[in-house]
């Protein structure tokens, strides 16, 4: 797989879910892409500028727990979690597809990932079903953003 920006890029929630049905061990990260990411090869700790041992990113596996319900919407569950990133970091921030090897676990407790491979990119429109398949959701909840004290 190539590891700079022009990887392919997944337009559709069903194409991201049929992805996650085939491969098992992928993480979402959200960031300014490869070509940026693997230069430096880690995350920061931005409350302390601790560097972690890889990238901070998101699994995309489906959970056992969710035995057969629908892929699309733990898929959509996962990318609405972090949808706020690109406003709060800034231009060129965009969620990107990974796999590699998991070496721990961030504050947030999030994987982080080393010999990453990038596979695709998500496109805009995925972000936009994945909002639009919580918001048809009988219950309410929210993202994982945490608002100002």
């Known amino acids: 797989m190539s590891t700079a920006d022009d990887l392919p890029v997944v337009s559709t ?17 959200w960031s300014r892409g490869p070509a940026t ?23 995309l596996d489906v959970e056992s727990w969710w035995e057969d319900r629908s892929r699309e919407l733990w898929v959509a569950r996962r990318l609405y979690d972090y949808a706020h990133l690109p406003h709060e970091k800034g231009p060129g921030v965009r969620p990107w597809v990974l796999t590699g090897r998991e070496t721990g676990r961030g504050p947030d407790n999030e994987p982080l990932v080393a010999d990453v491979e990038p596979l695709c990119w998500i496109a805009g429109a995925v972000i936009d079903a994945a909002k ?6 009988e219950r309410e909840w929210g993202t994982l953003r945490r608002g100002s004290r």
């Open 132 to 137: 639009a398949e919580v918001a048809r959701q």
């Open 37 to 59: 990411d693997l230069d430096r090869v880690s995350s920061t700790d931005e409350l302390t500028g601790v560097p972690m041992p890889g990238l901070s990113a998101n699994p």
């Open 13 to 29: 929630l069903d194409e991201v879910a049929r992805l996650v049905e085939r491969h098992r061990g992928l993480y979402v990260r």
